[in-house]
């Protein structure tokens, strides 16, 4: 039910500024391990800064994926939920927009199918992978903040973590691609396991790349290429 008089409350726009600064948080965070030399660093600082924003900001959603969850079970009303999203989707895109110029390229800010992957084998990844962080964000509902931001921070690493990809070739070794025989990148069936379509939706507003973009995944780690 739309209640236009939420638009007169302090605390309305109090939570809408908690979403836009715990997805700029969020995203941010993630972006910047992703230059790390491999693909555990944002899969461990997601899940890290996920659990974190929980405790401090009042159990944000910070997600617009658990935020459609809340809308379509009646735990949350249009009206808030619409604003919601677009403080998330705005939180992104202004974390994707300061990220930009230190990152090493375009390749480490946008999310893409693994290279041993297809769009839809990350597509059923993704499904699962939201499925048990809204199942665990939804059970955790009525937790206190050190319980239940331990839980969402754990699913969220959990779900990423999964669906890294793993090399085929030796330790350390990754396969080359047929475009780029220098540039190696992350092998294995699945997506990276974004869970979080603001995530993948701010770096691509910001680089104008949208591959593969209807399946939100999080960014796999790809090194710069060689000159």
Avoid: Y
């Amino acid at each position: 039910v739309l209640c236009p008089q939420e638009l007169r409350s302090g605390c309305f726009w109090r939570g809408m500024l908690a979403e836009a600064v715990a997805t700029l948080i969020f995203v941010g965070v993630v972006l910047g391990a992703s230059v790390a030399p491999g693909p555990l660093a944002p899969v461990l600082a997601g899940g890290l800064a996920a659990g974190a924003l929980a405790c401090t900001l009042g159990a944000p959603q910070a997600n617009p994926a658990l935020t459609l969850a809340l809308l379509c079970t009646r735990k949350l009303g249009v009206l808030r939920g619409a604003a919601g999203l677009l403080a998330q989707c705005a939180g992104a895109v202004l974390a994707a927009a300061a990220a930009r110029p230190v990152l090493p390229d375009d390749a480490s800010l946008v999310t893409r199918v693994t290279a041993a992957g297809t769009a839809g084998m990350a597509l059923a990844w993704e499904t699962f992978a939201t499925f048990q962080l809204a199942l665990t964000a939804f059970a955790t509902a009525n937790h206190a903040a050190p319980a239940g931001g331990l839980a969402l921070g754990s699913a969220v690493a959990a779900g990423a973590l999964a669906a890294v990809g793993t090399p085929t070739g030796p330790p350390g070794l990754l396969a080359p691609t047929p475009a780029s025989p220098d540039t190696p990148l992350p092998q294995g069936p699945f997506s990276g396991g974004s869970m979080n379509p603001a995530r993948s939706l701010g770096p691509a507003i910001v680089t104008g790349i949208w591959d593969d973009h209807w399946v939100s995944r999080q960014h796999s780690w790809v090194p710069p290429q060689r000159p």
